[in-house]
């Protein structure tokens, strides 16, 4: 079967840097995805990773190691309205997008 | 604003019934993909529809369909509704087909309510 899974809750303060891990295992891989969404609103697209290396975008980066199906979300300079789910999606050799739980950040002052 | 629209914004209905959610797609956007989310189910992936072609497929049930038009806007249809149906249900445009055109764009959702 298809997995994905992200740690279901974290915690940081403001200011801090916060590392988000994935790991997967799906049926052949397509590129792996990440995005933020806030409590009641649609997601947002943060980043896209396909080949191994870290993807640098402002404030937040994302690394992928195809070999080890693992990728983390890297969060610096963290603000209050970083305060969001996160979630890892990776689509798969039939095209389709298998989602990870996702992950509740909570950014503290 | 992501410039993907979705109506209507909130769905009340019965068991048994059917529906139908509407998306229009970013101008110039080919591609639309349907998703649920729920609270003990996170976000699932339904189908995906490019240029009016069915692109892929992910764990939609054999109740629901969907399908796109020449002007490019999807409907979801879900029928025989059950209460486990209940749900967000997300629309999201993209440039192309594949994992070249990437970055998806989400609609704000229509909240389904099955009672």
């Known amino acids: 079967g298809q997995n994905i899974d992200q740690p279901t809750e974290m915690t940081a303060t403001e200011g801090a840097i916060v590392q988000i891990n994935c790991t997967y295992q799906?049926?052949?891989?397509?590129?792996l995805f990440w995005y933020q969404q806030h409590a009641g609103e649609a997601p947002t697209f943060l980043s896209y990773?396909?080949?191994?290396g870290l993807e640098e975008k402002g404030r937040f980066s994302s690394f992928l190691s195809r070999s080890k199906g693992y990728s983390y979300l890297l969060l610096k300079e963290l603000q209050m309205k970083d305060s969001a789910s996160y979630l890892c999606?990776?689509?798969?050799?039939?095209?389709?997008?298998?989602f990870g739980p996702g992950t509740r950040l909570s950014v503290l002052p | 604003d992501s410039g993907v629209t979705q109506t209507p914004k909130h769905l009340i209905t019965a068991t048994g019934q059917r529906v139908t959610l509407r998306c229009s797609p970013r101008?110039?956007?080919?591609?639309v993909y349907w998703y649920q989310q729920s609270l003990d189910q996170g976000l699932q992936f339904l189908i995906q529809?490019?240029?009016?072609?069915?692109?892929a497929k992910g764990n939609i049930l054999e109740r629901f369909s969907a399908q796109q038009f020449p002007d490019l806007h999807s409907e979801l249809n879900l029928s025989s509704l059950e209460l486990g149906d209940s749900a967000l249900y997300f629309c999201?445009?993209?440039?192309?087909?594949?994992?070249?055109?990437?970055?998806?764009?989400f609609g704000p959702g229509t909240r389904l309510t099955v009672t």
């Open positions: 999201a445009s993209s440039a192309g087909a594949d994992s070249s055109s990437y970055e998806q764009y």
């Open positions: 799906t049926s052949g891989f397509n590129g």
């Open positions: 990773n396909v080949l191994d």
């Open positions: 999606a990776v689509r798969d050799r039939g095209q389709n997008f298998v």
């Open positions: 101008s110039g956007d080919l591609s």
């Open positions: 529809y490019y240029n009016g072609e069915e692109r």
